[in-house]
């Protein structure tokens, strides 16, 4: 009873980071189950914590090659995990309700609202029925078209493993692959550079999944009039889209001359789009992201901080909350009275909240930079901060600097997946939250900014 008292005290925000956290926990113990790694291969306490943790956390990061350290069970299990994390685990947990036909309380409708990062409860549970269906079709399309390569390689129950396995990766966000045994350990997708079928089919599951589940229903329910879309929909629509085209752009005019250089016109424009889809928390690569110029590398943390949209199966501080921010500048410099796009203005909590989940991430990153380069002083700071955006943002791509760092750097990556995946100021309020409204307001005294 006194167990059952404590759960009703914590608050949304606990039970949702408490429960990644118990996930995380119960795949660490299955990845340590003597059949989940091959003869040949060790794999000790911080191994497979670092796995769970990234696979959980939909990150990508990995310290020891997937596709060659672990047996089909090993697979297995960070495939669940993969899809727990990218769905949530309350998400997952309303399915086996629905399944055992339970009747959903209001306070479980209320943490599925926080999970999820809904606007209201009401119709949460109608949206998760969607979520649910919609994702389970989109999964075995994009299986089913990837096993159509996968299948003449490896033939028909491995090639069918894993276009199920990297489907449901590339839809969640995951960025982690099983190519190693094929085209080298850590390559990723570098054989299928100029492979249209396999681009094609990952860079539309990374952008379908990351999209945001509250755009799903609402391109649902209005099809394609844009003036019937929320403010929420256009914003995120409209920022996916010049995220995704700038990025596509920029890395073609950075690495024309470099990785880019001696490839056909079909090999340049698919590189160049799978690069600007997948550093917003997809994490696979079709190129060497290690010999990226420094250029091009400044812009993939930008894009791994930003993310993709919220209420999705992607990280970052989200592409809503970014345009929130630069609409707020550009209106401050321009004198405008209130926040205003697409003919709506934005309430002043979501500037307030914008800023602080950029401000705290931010912190977060900068500070993780500082202990790892304090904790392993000849490592490269530039590929130190690729590092740390990749995993507070959730994208898991890598200049080869994870199998390099020791157990300390490590730690600070599995917290900083962590708090990426259940949010960094959701995170902190885990900690902070208390419900306590001051009777009186001190007084104000100006200063100078800027």
């Known amino acids: 009873m006194r167990r059952i008292k404590l759960l009703g005290r914590l608050t949304y925000v606990r039970i949702i980071a408490l429960g990644y956290l118990l996930v995380i926990i119960a795949g660490t113990l299955l990845l340590l189950l003597p059949g989940a790694t091959r003869e040949g291969c060790e794999t000790d306490l911080l191994t497979a914590l670092f796995t769970a943790t990234t696979s959980t956390c939909v990150t990508g990061l990995v310290v020891v090659d997937t596709g060659t350290h672990w047996t089909a069970l090993g697979h297995c299990i960070i495939l669940g995990m993969i899809q727990v994390g990218g769905l949530g685990f309350m998400t997952m947990g309303m399915l086996l309700a629905m399944s055992l036909r339970k009747r959903?309380?209001?306070?479980?409708?209320?943490?599925?609202?926080?999970?999820?990062?809904?606007?209201?409860?009401?119709?949460?549970?109608?949206?998760?029925?969607?979520?649910?269906?919609?994702?389970?079709?989109?999964?075995?399309?994009?299986?089913?078209?990837?096993?159509?390569?996968?299948?003449?390689?490896?033939?028909?129950?491995?090639?069918?493993?894993?276009?199920?396995?990297?489907?449901?990766?590339?839809?969640?966000?995951?960025?982690?692959?099983?190519?190693?045994?094929?085209?080298?350990?850590?390559?990723?997708?570098?054989?299928?550079?100029?492979?249209?079928?396999?681009?094609?089919?990952?860079?539309?599951?990374?952008?379908?999944?990351?999209?945001?589940?509250?755009?799903?229903?609402?391109?649902?329910?209005?099809?394609l009039r844009f003036r019937k879309y929320s403010l929420h929909t256009k914003m995120a629509l409209f920022m996916t889209a010049a995220l995704l085209a700038g990025g596509t752009i920029l890395y073609y005019i950075f690495e024309r001359d470099n990785l880019l250089a001696g490839m056909g016109g079909k090999d340049i424009i698919l590189a160049s789009a799978f690069s600007s889809v997948t550093a917003r928390t997809a994490g696979f690569n079709t190129i060497d992201t290690g010999a990226l110029t420094g250029a091009s590398k400044l812009l993939t943390m930008v894009l791994m901080f930003i993310g993709g949209s919220p209420g999705s199966t992607a990280g970052g501080v989200k592409t809503v909350t970014m345009m929130v921010l630069l609409i707020y500048v550009w209106s401050n410099l321009r004198a405008s009275k209130g926040v205003n796009i697409f003919h709506r203005r934005m309430d002043d909590d979501v500037i307030r909240k914008a800023s602080n989940v950029v401000m705290i991430s931010a912190l977060m990153a900068v500070s993780a930079v500082i202990f790892i380069c304090y904790l392993q002083p000849y490592l490269p700071v530039e590929d130190v901060m690729f590092e740390v955006f990749s995993a507070i943002g959730t994208v898991g791509m890598s200049t080869g600097l994870t199998r390099e760092l020791g157990m300390g750097s490590r730690i600070v990556i599995i917290l900083l997946m962590y708090c990426g995946r259940i949010g960094s100021m959701s995170f902190a309020l885990s900690f902070t939250e208390r419900k306590k409204v001051a009777p009186v307001q001190l007084p104000v005294e100006k200063i100078m900014i800027g």
Not at 191 to 208: K, R, T
């Open 104 to 223: 959903i309380s209001l306070r479980t409708r209320g943490l599925l609202q926080e999970s999820m990062n809904g606007l209201q409860m009401g119709g949460i549970v109608r949206l998760v029925r969607m979520v649910l269906k919609y994702t389970a079709w989109i999964e075995l399309i994009g299986a089913a078209l990837l096993a159509i390569r996968f299948v003449p390689l490896f033939g028909p129950g491995r090639g069918i493993l894993y276009g199920i396995f990297h489907s449901v990766s590339a839809f969640c966000n995951a960025g982690i692959d099983l190519m190693g045994g094929y085209s080298g350990e850590y390559s990723s997708f570098v054989s299928f550079c100029g492979d249209i079928l396999i681009n094609v089919v990952l860079m539309a599951l990374v952008v379908v999944g990351g999209i945001g589940f509250f755009v799903w229903d609402d391109l649902r329910k209005n099809r």
